[in-house]
C-alpha cells in the first residue's frame, strides 16, 4: 500500500509518520486491498475548540472510502478515523460476503426446483 501524506500548516515529524504508518497498516488486516491511502492534515488556526483535522482517502477496487474528522489532539483525530475507516471496511467485507451467500442461496432453490439461473 503506497501512503501519500500532505501536511497542511503542521510540521510532519517522524513520530506522526510511523503513528499514520502503524495504524494503516492494521486497516490491511481487514480482508481489503488497498491500492493507496491519501493523508491530509491539517491545523485550522480560525477553530479554536477542535484545530486539527485529519482526511483520508482510500483508494480500493471498488468504489474508493473517505473519511474526516475533527479533535483537539492530531492522534485522538487519527484514532478516530482509522476506527471510522475500518468500520466502512467491515461494513463493505459483510455486504460483499451477504451478496455472494445470497446468490448461491438462490442457485441452490433454483436447482432444487429444477431451473437454472444464467
Do not use: W
Amino acid at each position: 500500500m503506497q501512503i501519500h501524506l500532505s501536511p497542511r500548516n503542521i510540521a510532519l515529524t517522524g513520530a506522526i509518520h510511523s503513528f499514520l504508518a502503524e495504524k494503516m497498516t492494521h486497516l490491511e488486516e481487514h480482508g481489503e486491498q488497498i491500492l493507496a491511502a491519501h493523508i491530509v492534515l491539517l491545523h485550522d488556526q480560525n477553530n479554536k475548540s477542535k484545530p486539527f483535522v485529519v482526511k483520508v482517502h482510500l483508494a480500493i477496487p471498488g468504489p474508493d472510502i473517505f473519511c474526516e474528522d475533527h479533535e483537539k489532539d492530531l492522534y485522538a483525530a487519527i484514532d478516530k478515523v482509522v476506527h471510522k475507516l475500518a468500520a466502512q471496511l467491515s461494513k463493505r467485507k459483510t455486504r460483499r460476503k451477504d451478496h455472494k451467500q445470497h446468490l448461491t442461496q438462490l442457485e441452490r432453490e433454483a436447482a432444487k426446483r429444477g431451473f437454472r439461473r444464467r
